[in-house]
T-cell receptor, first 110, second 113 residues
Framework: DQQVKQNSPSLSVQEGRISILNCDYT??????FLWYKKYPAEGPTFLIS?????DKNEDGRFTVFLNKSAKHLSLHIVPSQPGDSAVYFC?????????FGQGTILTVHP | NAGVTQTPKFQVLKTGQSMTLQCAQD?????MSWYRQDPGMGLRLIHY???????DQGEVPNGYNVSRSTTEDFPLRLLSAAPSQTSVYFC????????????FGQGTRLTVV
């Protein structure tokens, strides 16, 4: 039973447009949510996070939205750049134990 | 500042062989963990530790052992490698259990033939 799901394996976006990556979860005990970015042959790197008591967190071009009633979070990247092309993982935490989604491959075309 | 260092980067094992994947961090983090990444599966937690001398199982612990004798090191042992353990392994550390901005190593790509 996958507690964190990213239902879109891939997303293709034009440079300058918005990228929206989605993530759904089932466990209402998760208290912290994160997005990680991963390039090939590298480890994941932290991108942005949000506490379960908030509904939005913004950091430059990246904004994470949390809808607790729908158990859904999303990552918005505006504007998208070719260097954003990578695999994006959402993760949810209970007491520091992270559960990851399957990942979404984002491709930003020049 | 090295961060989280994993060795080796690549390894090929024969079925039944044993080996240890090394992980070291120089950030004095209390919380360390091991994940495996398989296609379409995301990263799955194998084992984790909240401090020296304390370890616990994650989602997929079978076939793996860990120990935490120091704050810096958290080795992962495969006692008898199986083809199902072919994967990319990542070690991560974070300051506290509950502070979940984990820092990851570069990964170890393991193939069991």
């Amino acid at each position: 039973d996958q507690q964190v799901k990213q239902n879109s394996p891939s997303l293709s976006v034009q440079e300058g447009r918005i990228s929206i990556l989605n993530c759904d979860y089932t466990n209402s005990m998760f208290d912290y949510f994160l997005w990680y970015k991963k390039y090939p042959a590298e480890g994941p790197t932290f991108l942005i996070s949000i506490s379960s008591i908030k509904d939005k967190n913004e950091d430059g071009r990246f904004t994470v939205f949390l809808n607790k009633s729908a158990k859904h979070l999303s990552l918005h990247i505006v504007p998208s750049q070719p260097g954003d092309s990578a695999v994006y993982f959402c993760a949810a935490s209970i007491y520091g134990k992270l559960t990851f989604g399957q990942g979404t491959i984002l491709t930003v075309h020049p | 500042n090295a961060g989280v260092t994993q060795t080796p980067k690549f390894q090929v094992l024969k079925t039944g062989q044993s080996m240890t994947l090394q992980c070291a961090q120089d950030m004095n983090h209390e919380y360390m963990s091991w994940y495996r990444q398989d296609p379409g599966m995301g990263l799955r937690l194998i084992h984790y530790s909240v401090g020296a001398g304390i370890t616990d199982q994650g989602e997929v612990p079978n076939g793996y052992n860990v120990s935490r004798s120091t704050t810096e090191d958290f080795p992962l042992r495969l006692l008898s490698a199986a083809p199902s353990q072919t994967s990319v392994y990542f070690c991560a550390s974070s300051p506290l259990a509950g502070n979940t901005e984990a820092f990851f190593g570069q990964g170890t790509r393991l193939t069991v033939v």
